[in-house]
């Protein structure tokens, strides 16, 4: 018997209380799980063994159905999906959020001061922020490297080549 990751999602009025009975009926399936914070569903993970992804996924509905539905009466499950360790060590691995550069590692990268970074989101072809945040805006670093290599630090016009 193999190790299956489940998530399994759903619609419909949702509680605290509601989610602590899901983790609570699934305490022997290490489960993790969360709701929408207006209350207008959620997801859970927990873990199945199986022999195949078949069995597991079979396993995954009738255990996390029976278990949501009997917690929240109505609820419409909207999400399913089984991995087996290596794809959930990809998913893991991967970062929830891009690599990101804010203007003090732009003036770095470009070998300009901060106040000359900040001038850059000015011209034409610099690459937009991914985040703005309170404390300025975040651009995704693969861009800005790339503007970085292309960008002509002279100033004045380009000379023209015979």
Do not use: C, K
């Amino acid at each position: 018997m193999d190790t299956w990751y489940v998530r399994l999602g759903w619609t419909g009025p949702t509680t605290a209380e509601h989610l602590g009975t899901i983790m609570d009926a699934l305490t022997q399936h290490a489960p993790a799980g969360s709701m929408q914070q207006d209350g207008t569903g959620g997801d859970i993970r927990f873990v199945v063994m199986g022999g195949t992804l078949r069995d597991a996924a079979l396993a995954a509905l009738d255990t996390g159905t029976r278990i949501v539905l009997d917690a929240i009466p109505g609820a419409v499950l909207g999400t399913l999906s089984v991995q087996d360790d290596a794809a959930m060590n990809d998913e893991l691995a991967t970062p929830l959020y891009p690599d990101v550069v804010g203007y003090a590692e732009i003036a770095e990268l470009a070998g300009v001061s901060r106040q000359r970074a900040r001038q850059f989101r000015e011209l034409p072809g610099f690459p937009t922020p991914v985040i703005e945040t309170g404390q300025g805006p975040l651009f995704h670093r693969a861009a800005i490297e790339v503007w970085v290599e292309q960008r002509n630090p002279r100033p004045g016009r380009p000379r023209t080549t015979t």
